[in-house]
Each structure stands twice: as C-alpha cells, then as structure tokens.
C-alpha cells in the first residue's frame, strides 16, 4: 500500500498540513476521508483549494480503500486525512496499511464529556476506546504538531491523562 | 447600511476591526469571527450566522474572511450557498472601503468594490515613489 500517513485530524486540510507535513512525508496526492464529508458538496470543491497545489480527493471510507488498493492508488505516495479516529480505525479494519499514523487536531464537540489530552485534541471515552483499538492493531500513534517534533505515544499520553 | 462581518484564523479579524476603527472611528454593525486553535466548525459556522444575523439592519450583510481555502473561509462558504456576500482576502483596503461604501451599496455591489479596493491596496512602493 502507499498510504505513507495517516492524519486524524477533524479541520481536514490547513496551513499545518500543506505547508509542512506534505512534503515531510513525501505524499503526492492527499485524500480526505470521511463518509459525511464525501457527499458534502461544499466540502468536495473547497477543500482541494486549501490544499496548494497538492492532488487531493475527497471520499468516503470505502471509496478512499478502494482507491488506496487500486493499481492508481498504489504508485502514489498517498497522505490519508481521517476526519475522527473512527475513520482512522474504520480504514485499519479495512486493510489500510500506513506507514505511520499521527493525531493532528480534533476539536472538542459541544455536549460531550471530553478531556483535552494537548491543547488542539480532545478525547471522549468513547474516542479513548477507538484509539486503544488502532494501538491493538499495532499501529503506534504518535501526536506530533510538527513532522519534526520528538514524538511521544499518544496511547500513554492518554493513560497519563486518566483514560 | 448593509452589515459586516470579519471572520479570519485566531485574533486577525478583531486586529482588522481594531486598526480600522484608529482610522474611521466606532463602527456599529461590525461583527468579528475569530476561529480558535481547536474549535469546532459547526459550532463555528453557528457563531458566523448569530454574528451575521446581529449585524443585520435590513440591507444584508458583507462577510469578509482572511484566506480563501481556510477553515473560515470554507465554513463561510456554506453561507453563500444560503445567498449571503463573502469576499476572502480579507485586508484593511478592504475593509476600510467596506464601511466607508455600506450605506450607498447593496451587498453584492459591496463586494465587488471591496475587492477592487483590495487590491488597490497592493501596491510597490519603489514603483510608485
């Protein structure tokens, strides 16, 4: 597979993303993952605007595995940006293979009982649990702000906050 | 006097306001959307239609956002689907133009004077001097 990142990061494509992790990882081609997102049409046509240049797809969870596992998807040097960890955890069960996987943002939703783990992600019990899962897999999680920060494991990260 | 809204990443919107209103005085129906660092975009696009429905006095409402393809920009984007003005690009020409123009303009006129204005603003200086 060519998914050389996995983002999980709810604001999708930023200034973060295109300016410095990118071209970190070498991607050429960045697809957004989520199944609400696929069918928003504002999303489909504004996203790719924020992205510099870079070739981007917006696309369902199915579709971006489809994509990944097709004979296009894997001459690519693919970024996979999952919009909430269930996506993240969603394209794992669905054979996704990245290279590695990090925690940019996720914004705290309003109503629920969430705990913020760095000052740009919070956690819910419920996001906890996901996490765990892809940790299971044995994918190592890092939540590196920049690709060149030290990185630290986002699972112990969240022991140490109480999870 | 059609309404205005500033809506950029972190605290430029308010700087905007703030260095406008040094040079034209208080201005009333002036809103600003700052997006924090983890927020939320649909409590987001929740605060720019409160913002832009207090602003306006009848004649619309002009939302002005700093970069086009950004988080405020596209969350905007869902407003113009809903009919209303958003200009990206958002700079003090342009602003300054946009409350010095509100009351003759309808929104859409306003947009495009902003723009021009806008980009007016741009200039070389070791051209013109």
Same mark, same amino acid.
């Given at each position: 597979m060519a998914v050389v990142h996995m983002r999980i990061d709810?604001?999708?494509?930023?200034g973060q993303v295109t300016v410095t992790w990118v071209q970190a990882v070498g991607a050429n081609h960045m697809v957004v993952c989520n199944d609400k997102v696929a069918v928003d049409p504002i999303q489909k046509l504004m996203l790719p605007q924020a992205a510099r240049g870079v070739k981007t797809s917006v696309l369902s969870v199915a579709d971006t595995l489809a994509y990944c596992e097709s004979p296009q998807g894997q001459a690519e040097r693919i970024m996979v940006l999952a919009k909430f960890p269930s996506d993240g955890l969603a394209l794992l069960e669905g054979g996704l293979q990245p290279q590695e996987i990090n925690v940019g943002n996720q914004a705290p939703i309003g109503g629920t009982k969430f705990k913020m783990v760095t000052n740009s992600v919070a956690v819910t019990a419920e996001d906890a649990a996901v996490y765990s899962a892809i940790a299971a897999r044995g994918h190592a999680l890092t939540y590196k702000m920049m690709p060149s920060d030290r990185s630290g494991d986002f699972l112990q990260l969240l022991a140490q906050k109480g999870f | 006097m059609v309404g205005i809204v500033i809506t950029s990443h972190g605290t430029l919107a308010e700087g905007l306001r703030a260095a406008a209103q040094m040079i034209l005085g208080q201005q009333e129906a002036v809103q600003t959307v700052g997006l924090g660092p983890a927020e939320d975009l649909d409590e987001f696009l929740t605060k720019l239609r409160q913002a832009a429905a207090e602003v306006n006095r009848g004649s619309g409402v002009l939302v002005l956002a700093?970069?086009? %393809? %950004?988080s405020p920009c596209n969350t905007a984007a869902y407003l113009v689907q809903e009919g209303m003005e958003v200009v990206t690009g958002a700079n003090l020409p342009m602003l300054l133009e946009a409350l010095s123009q509100r009351e003759e303009r309808n929104p859409k006129e306003l947009a495009e004077a902003v723009i021009a204005a806008a980009r007016e603003g741009t200039r070389r200086l070791a051209d013109v001097l």
């Open positions: 709810n604001r999708l494509i930023h | 700093d970069l086009f %393809g %950004g």
